[in-house]
């Protein structure tokens, strides 16, 4: 692509040259910016995001979301009141960004980051709701201090940039707390370092099961949280019970906020409703469905083997899996393991992060998984191939990648998940 000629690196983290560039392109936005939310963890930003989305939305406040990656379209990364941004929109914040960077180089994430900050501030915006792309201290998004900061659950991934234990992650994520400002924590057990950092920031520290809470009642829930109680929710839209953990804090930080963007009970009870994110427990209905997940490490993977052995026991499932090599990929088949009856592997061929077919194979066999469908090409192989082995009744799930799951519905024609209208 054109952005990524301009840094020889896909990653790079630290704030100094986006900054730079933040500051000349948008002089006195720090002063007029839109009430910002800033989304850091492992798994569950792109949900919390969605649901905050929603219900500002609802509320009838215009909203920004700026989320990665895409599934279908990079335009799904800025998004206003629900909706994609255009092409001629995006098109034109670059070139704004490409005239005052000057000889400032810039990544991937940088420019789209800037892009997202530039769009929602001619957009007007009264809230915009950033997700972190990689970590949190040095990540794009930190170049703007938010109203209010989120960190969901924290797992072992991305070692190569973040650190090798939950502690030096934890630290990381923790660089995007600010003093005096709310900080909420949904991770149930949060990193010893994300907690004294958010001490030693000052900051409002807000942990879920210590300052809120949800409890789950058959068919609706409780949600509570300063010296409030909202009874009687629907279920989250979003699939899995780690979803109320993610929506818990996306109602906290309305809350939080309720002084200066008001969401009432309706607004919330209609967000939870009508949330929508594209391949997150998507189901395909069919007389085959398929279940779409981007999970790619052991923590996200346990998720969807509690929700596949909750929704669909005693059905075989067939998996079309494929991942990027710097994951575990060895915990990740160790967790699918007991729930997949059989693989069928769909290389990625125009990607360098993927895993190659070598490299998996090896893999497999050191978990002791035999079951398994090697030679195809790509996606629409695998695919087919699965659908022969299927019968009535089963399941074909595609989980371990965004790009994977991309690779699904541009060959099977799944079109945008849109939330707003």
Request: aromatic fraction near 8%; hydrophobic fraction near 45%; proline fraction near 4%.
């Amino acid at each position: 692509m054109w952005q990524e000629g301009f840094h020889p690196h896909a990653i790079d983290l630290g704030l100094e040259r986006v900054k730079r560039v933040y500051e000349t392109l948008l002089p006195s936005y720090k002063n007029q910016k839109p009430i910002t939310i800033t989304v850091a963890g492992t798994n569950g930003k792109g949900s919390t995001a969605a649901y905050l989305e929603e219900f500002y939305f609802v509320a009838g406040h215009k909203v920004g979301a700026y989320t990665s990656p895409h599934i279908l379209r990079y335009n799904e990364r800025i998004k206003i009141n629900g909706q994609p941004v255009s092409d001629d929109i995006i098109c034109a914040a670059f070139e704004q960004i490409d005239v005052a960077r000057g000889d400032v180089s810039l990544s991937y994430f940088e420019f789209s980051t800037l892009a997202a900050l530039l769009i929602f501030s001619q957009a007007n915006v009264v809230v915009q709701i950033l997700e972190v792309g990689l970590g949190g201290r040095l990540d794009a998004v930190n170049i703007v201090d938010a109203e209010l900061a989120i960190v969901t659950s924290i797992a072992i991934d991305h070692v190569e940039w973040l650190g090798q234990t939950r502690e030096e992650i934890g630290l990381e994520k923790a660089g995007i707390f600010r003093p005096n400002t709310p900080a909420i924590i949904s991770d149930l057990k949060p990193p010893a370092s994300l907690i004294k950092h958010a001490v030693n920031q000052n900051t409002l520290l807000l942990r879920l099961g210590e300052t809120f809470f949800y409890t789950k009642h058959g068919e609706t829930w409780t949600w509570q949280g300063l010296a409030q109680t909202i009874s009687d929710l629907p279920p989250p839209a979003l699939k899995g019970n780690h979803q109320y953990r993610n929506a818990s804090a996306a109602i906290l930080a309305t809350q939080c906020l309720a002084n200066r963007l008001p969401v009432s009970e309706t607004s919330l009870r209609m967000g939870l409703k009508n949330v929508k994110l594209a391949g997150r427990f998507q189901l395909i209905d069919g007389e085959i469905p398929i279940l779409l997940d981007v999970g790619h490490n052991p923590q996200a993977v346990q998720t969807l083997v509690d929700y596949v052995n909750e929704n669909f026991s005693n059905r075989r499932i067939h998996a079309i899996f494929s991942i990027m090599k710097d994951k575990d990929i060895a915990g990740v088949l160790t967790l699918m393991k007991p729930v997949v009856t059989d693989w069928f592997f769909a290389p990625l061929p125009q990607n360098a992060r993927a895993v190659t077919e070598s490299t998996l194979r090896e893999l497999f066999e050191q978990c002791e998984i035999s079951a398994v469908n090697l030679g195809f090409s790509g996606f629409a192989q695998a695919f087919a191939a699965a659908k022969k082995h299927a019968q009535a009744g089963d399941l074909i799930l595609v989980f371990g990648s965004f790009f994977l799951v991309s690779e699904c519905c541009v060959n099977l024609k799944i079109g945008e998940i849109k939330n707003g209208s």
